[in-house]
């Protein structure tokens, strides 16, 4: 799974600040965007962006368990770190401190909440409930939805923060044309 698109959104919907101590969860989380946008996602990252990922989401987990993640604020960027990770545990404990933010009153918690549910959908080998996750195809070289549960509707998509379906192939299709732009820059530059 590509995790670029799912770096955009995130970026998007959670916004970001001047804030770059790596003391706070903010900083935290800042800190690791900048290094996964240097790296370009975490698929086929080199070990040592792995290695630095895995003390990032550790570190999270840390102040999680010793209960340092107090406010609705650092549960979300506690939440917005690990929803970068993989493994189902941590996919679950970002949807925990989202819940907890969310319902603290932290409204940009929801859309990291569906990130979770629509990663845990897909990890289950089901159709993800609301539409934030993305592949990239090699051959022919596009971005695409993974499958996404016809159920649920762009009412319930906007309860969760998120645009409508049809927004959010808009945003397929604008990664794209900005891929096929990238190709021919390089063509370009040869």
């Not at 799912?6 to 800042?30: D, K």
């Not at 949807?95 to 909440?113: D, I, K, Y």
């Not at 959010?168 to 990238?182: C, P, R």
Request: with cysteine.
């Amino acid at each position: 799974m590509r995790i670029l698109p799912i770096l955009i959104l995130a970026l998007s919907l959670v916004g970001s600040s001047a804030c770059s101590s790596t003391a706070t969860p903010r900083g935290h989380y800042e800190s690791l965007v900048k290094e996964l946008t240097k790296a370009r996602g975490t698929q086929g990252t080199r070990s040592s962006v792995r290695k630095d990922l895995e003390k990032r989401f550790a570190k999270v987990e840390s102040w999680n368990k010793n209960g340092e993640l107090v406010t609705p604020e650092d549960k979300l960027w506690g939440a917005a770190t690990l929803i970068h990770a993989s493994s189902p545990e941590r996919i679950a404990l970002s949807m925990e401190l989202s819940r907890q933010a969310a319902q603290a009153g932290e409204p940009r918690a929801l859309p990291l909440l569906a990130q979770g549910l629509d990663k845990q959908a897909l990890q289950n080998r089901r159709p993800q409930p609301y539409g934030t996750q993305y592949r990239f195809h090699p051959d022919p070289g596009l971005w695409v939805l993974y499958d996404i549960d016809p159920r649920i509707t762009d009412t319930e998509r906007a309860e969760m923060g998120l645009p409508p379906l049809r927004e959010l192939h808009a945003k397929v299709k604008e990664l794209n044309v900005q891929y096929q732009m990238n190709l021919l820059e390089a063509e370009g530059n040869r």
